[in-house]
């Protein structure tokens, strides 16, 4: 049944495929390899996820003097690697759902599936400036809650109008001894209730109809150059923080027209962490605008892993009894079909 494979991994079927290679996925690669199932990740291009870009992790329970965000990864990685779960350093170009099992692509291999996991996260926006992109990490963010500690008693700014962006800004109002919000229109999308919360905050400025031009720093963020949108002027805004927050994106351009999505592209389940697609489950930010956070993330990958290995026991999958409501699924595979026709 296996195809060819050009890498020569393995030919045999493997009992879940994890795409994805962040918190969410080699969580759920730790749970199934632990539950004796062969499992097989497909890292993607960038192994470790978003956190590979992030510099102390504070909030991750366990971790009381916080942890580097590769040093975490590297951890997730080699506690999947001890029971046993298979890595491929490959990028997943394509896949087939349309029938089990399942077939992942990469430019040069073919892996197979009983089960799939897609774990494929999202990408933070960014203005695609040169010196946004150098100064990532010191003093430009695309996380508030991961990065705000840094920047107490410091003036800083936030672009975007929606709700991440007043969201962002309110938090870090915490630390922060000022917070420029800076919007490219003169209303924002965000929701009213969040508007009226920024715009009654005494530590808020709010500034409209303006572009970010530069970000300014050598080795640090010393402030912005600011074009008026309706003047065409521009000014210097000296802060020492940055946080870009307009929007994520979700990595599911390989799952259009295969698996539910919302109209932004964040993936959709039926039953649990289960997708439509009976057998493809999803875990972490791929399926989740609302946390985001490595820890929920992990809990996700936890929960996808425990419902594949549910699941593949009704399909008589899985050789040894787990402790499964197997009735449970009985019935999902009802409202899945029914939902279906
Ligand atoms: P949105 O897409 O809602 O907002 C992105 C913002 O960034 C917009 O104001 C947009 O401007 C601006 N923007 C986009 N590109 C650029 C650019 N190149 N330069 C300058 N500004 C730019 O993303 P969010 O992440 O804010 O929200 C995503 C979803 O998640 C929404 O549905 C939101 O409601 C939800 N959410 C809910 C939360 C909650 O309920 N607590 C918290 C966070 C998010 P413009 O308005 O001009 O297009």
Request: include cysteine; aromatic fraction near 8%.
């Amino acid at each position: 049944m296996a195809e060819y494979n050009g890498t020569g991994a393995s030919q045999e079927i493997y009992d879940i495929i994890i795409i994805g290679s962040g918190p969410a996925g080699y969580t759920a690669a730790i749970y199934a390899a632990r539950a004796n199932l062969r499992t097989l990740v497909v890292q993607g291009d960038e192994i470790g996820g978003q956190l590979m870009i992030t510099s102390d992790v504070e909030n991750y329970p366990g971790f009381e003097e916080g942890i580097l965000g590769p040093d975490m990864m590297d951890k997730f990685e080699a506690q999947a690697k001890r029971f046993g779960a298979e890595m491929v350093a490959r990028n997943v170009t394509r896949v087939d759902f349309s029938a089990r099992p399942f077939k992942v692509f990469t430019d040069d291999a073919t892996y197979t599936g009983k089960a799939v996991i897609v774990a494929t996260g999202a990408s933070a926006k960014w203005l695609g400036l040169p010196n946004e992109q150098r100064l990532r990490g010191r003093g430009v963010s695309g996380c508030a809650t991961c990065d705000g500690f840094f920047f107490k008693g410091k003036e800083i700014a936030v672009i975007g109008g929606g709700d991440t962006a007043m969201e962002e800004a309110l938090f870090l109002t915490k630390y922060a001894s000022r917070v420029h919000l800076l919007h490219r229109r003169n209303s924002f999308r965000a929701s009213k209730i969040m508007q009226l919360r920024v715009r009654n905050h005494e530590k808020i400025t709010v500034h409209y109809d303006v572009t970010v031009e530069d970000v300014l720093g050598e080795n640090a963020v010393e402030g912005l150059v600011l074009r008026n949108v309706q003047t065409g002027e521009t000014e210097t805004l000296p802060v020492q923080g940055f946080f870009v927050a307009i929007g994520h994106q979700p990595n599911t351009d390989i799952f259009k027209g295969v698996l539910p999505m919302d109209t932004v592209g964040y993936l959709q389940t039926a039953q649990f962490t289960m997708t439509r697609v009976e057998g493809v489950f999803v875990a972490g930010d791929v399926a989740d605008h609302r946390y985001r956070q490595a820890v929920t993330a992990a809990g996700d990958g936890c929960r996808a892993a425990i419902d594949a290995e549910r699941w593949l026991e009704t399909q008589g999958e899985v050789s040894e009894a787990t402790t499964l409501p197997a009735e449970e699924w009985g019935v999902a595979s009802e409202i899945l079909r029914a939902k279906a026709d």
